[in-house]
């Protein structure tokens, strides 16, 4: 005789828990992510009132308070300000504790004031949801065991769990301290896993911090994210529609000159540029540092190497004084490492705030590609050939 109104083989329980674990994920990647933080779509008052009522009941969360931590986080990321970074807080702290982290950050009023604007304030979120965050998750609670019997004691308690470990656990602490990235943005975002399905697309989170507007988290064409794949089928029910998009990386191969469009397409696309910068520099770093580190016992220590490496792919004010007189030495020994060094600052530089007029910068471009051209190091002549076909 069933314990609950609903009796169900052992694996049913398993589908129904997997099935309500997921509505929470999509509600989260859907309608607190990318509608309310993002403002990459719209969405009809049908699925958004869902979608704000399923979080009441399954998480508590409050729009404002979401929309305003990751806002934030976006902000003032991998630094001190930064509410959930494994690169300041520790890996361990992030994973373990993402949920307290959450917690301690929604009670600060300036970042409640700062970056919330434009959540729903309507008499339901005034006088219900924000009111009363707890009420939902009883109700849900009651729901589970009145549905399910004992089982639903089970499946409540991993509906609780679930938002905790994913997405406080795994996208804030590992989305920020392991994988792999297509594009090398100032953090330390990384893409989890190329299959965004368990996490609704989250997983494709360095993707998310080049794009961060973009209504698509995918961006390879070997990469899927489910989330969107939701966010299409609620668009062609006329219940949703998208706004912003990343956009599509284009070239033309025929050009030769740089020009205003060749800038603006090369700032739009920065990430994309310096990840191919990086990439097509990588082998005269290794090159030239396994040629030097003969003269230099400190650096044979494979430790050692790696530091440095990493520290030819940041910009030079992230580094300390001590780094920089370190690396500064490593430079002097190799005129290939100093040019590409050298270059990759100027190129970044092209970006960054500046009073140059847009002539300037242009011609600043133009320069950049010219003495790239004429530097006798092949790799960075083909990456400069490259970037004129920007557009």
């Known amino acids: 005789m069933p314990l609950g109104l609903i009796d169900l083989p052992w694996w049913g329980y398993i589908v129904v828990a997997l099935a309500f674990t997921h509505i929470t994920i999509a509600s989260v990647t859907i309608y607190l992510h990318r509608h309310q933080a993002h403002r ?6 049908i699925p958004s009132h869902f979608f704000r009522f399923w979080l009441w009941l399954t998480t508590g969360m409050i729009t404002k308070e979401w929309a305003a931590i990751h806002r934030k986080h976006h902000a003032k990321c991998e630094t001190p300000e930064d509410p959930h970074s494994p690169q300041v807080l520790g890996i361990k702290k992030v994973f373990f504790e993402g949920a ?9 009023t300036e970042t409640m004031e700062k970056y919330g604007h434009g959540a729903p304030d309507d008499w339901l979120e005034r006088n219900i949801y924000a009111k009363h965050s707890g009420t939902g998750i009883v109700l849900m609670l009651l729901a589970d065991v009145l549905l399910f019997g004992p089982l639903g004691l089970t499946i409540w308690a991993v509906q609780m769990m679930w938002i905790p470990i ?6 804030n602490g590992i989305g920020h301290y392991w994988g792999y990235r297509n594009f090398a943005c100032e953090d330390a975002s990384t893409n989890v896993f190329p299959w965004g399905i368990l996490i609704g697309g989250e997983e494709l989170h360095n993707n998310h911090h080049a794009y961060g507007t973009s209504a698509k988290l995918s961006n390879k064409w070997y990469e899927f994210d489910i989330g969107w794949m939701y966010i299409r089928i609620m668009e062609m029910l006329g219940i949703a529609k998208v706004k912003k998009m990343a956009p599509k990386v284009r070239f033309n191969s025929g050009k030769a000159i740089c020009d205003f469009d060749t800038l603006q397409a090369i700032i739009t696309h920065r990430y994309d540029v310096m990840t191919k910068y990086t990439r097509s520099v990588k082998s005269i770093y290794a ?30 004010s992230e580094l300390q004084d001590q780094e920089k007189a370190k690396l500064s030495e490593i430079l002097s020994k190799s005129q290939a490492l100093a040019t590409v060094y050298a270059m990759r600052q100027e190129l970044v530089a092209l970006w960054a705030r500046s009073t140059a007029s847009k002539e300037q910068l242009v011609q600043q471009l133009q320069d950049w590609c010219q003495r790239a051209e004429s530097s006798n190091i092949d790799s960075l002549q083909q990456f400069s050939r490259k970037l004129r076909c920007y557009a």
């Open 166 to 171: 994913t997405a406080a656990g795994i996208i």
């Open 287 to 316: 090159e030239e540092i396994s040629r030097i580190k003969t003269n230099m016992p400190d650096l044979n220590d494979l430790a050692t190497m790696k530091t440095i490496k990493h520290w030819l792919h940041l910009d030079a």
């Open 40 to 45: 990459a779509l719209d969405l009809h008052p």
């Open 100 to 108: 307290e982290l959450y917690k301690a950050a929604r009670k600060q």
